[in-house]
């Protein structure tokens, strides 16, 4: 039995647990629950509260991780406090998606579980741009034939802060939740012109990489956007960008569902 799965996207700085109860043959599967951990001990016991009710002993946990420490310590507290549970660790190899890359195992998984997702999404003759504004951004190709093409990497708002800070010696530190909306293009202090940049600066690779990434493509590509920034980034590129919050759950819900369908 499938359901309900556990579906885990452990990225840089953050865990993120979907609870899937049920699947679709159409529409993007959606979780039924959501929640966020830094990883940290008191936040996995935290955890255990909010799967009490949800995810009967036995349950199916499917992980895809870009953090190997972060994936050991959640593997520890799963064994502790969850030994009855199942546990699918995914990679590159085990996706319903072809990968037109040399080293498809060197992808970070979370972009190609996007591409799963989108590839559920997107209208049936066009290619995909897939927008992943997290601490790092990627912005990748997926083709009209579904296949994962490859795409660009740049740090995040919050990384970009954090190096001009660090690397200079009287710029200010920004708070990225300032960064939520729109800050004004003329920055008129120190700290205003940063905002500005880091945040048009942004904007404006994301545009760039969305003109020139689709090539050839025969039509304009559909537009996925997600991550924390997603909502304003997706509302300023255009009515063809659509921001999808849990694209890389839904990735991983329906990586679950082909394996089991699949017998694998």
């Excluded at 885990?8 to 979907?18: A, I, P, Q, S, T």
């Excluded at 050991?72 to 996706?95: E, F, K, N, V």
């Excluded at 839904?250 to 017998?263: C, D, K, P, Y």
């Amino acid at each position: 039995m499938l359901y309900p799965l556990v579906a885990v996207d452990v990225g840089n700085n953050r865990l993120k647990f979907g609870l899937f109860d049920q699947g679709s043959e159409e529409a993007l599967p959606e979780p039924a629950a959501v929640y966020g951990s830094d990883g940290s001990s008191s936040s996995l016991e935290a955890l255990a509260g909010w799967l009490d009710g949800r995810l009967p002993a036995g349950g199916r946990w499917w992980i895809a991780s870009v953090n190997r420490p972060s994936t050991t310590r959640l593997l520890q507290w799963l064994q502790q406090a969850r030994p009855a549970d199942q546990i699918t660790l995914l990679a590159a190899g085990d996706l319903p998606l072809a990968v037109a890359l040399e080293r498809p195992d060197m992808v970070g998984i979370d972009r190609l579980l996007d591409a799963v997702a989108a590839n559920r999404l997107r209208r049936a003759a066009a290619a995909a741009v897939l927008v992943d504004v997290g601490t790092a951004i990627t912005v990748d190709l997926v083709a009209a034939d579904g296949s994962f093409q490859g795409g660009a990497i740049l740090p995040g708002i919050g990384m970009s802060a954090r190096a001009l800070h660090t690397f200079t010696d009287l710029l200010p530190m920004v708070d990225v939740r300032e960064l939520s909306s729109p800050p004004p293009p003329l920055g008129t202090s120190t700290l205003a012109a940063l905002r500005s940049g880091l945040f048009w600066g942004t904007v404006g690779a994301i545009r760039q990489l969305l003109e020139v990434l689709p090539g050839p493509c025969a039509g304009p590509p559909d537009v996925f956007l997600t991550g924390g920034a997603g909502p304003v980034v997706a509302g300023l590129l255009g009515d063809t960008a659509r921001h999808v919050p849990h694209l890389t759950l839904a990735g991983i819900a329906l990586t679950a569902q082909w394996r089991v369908a699949s017998g694998e």
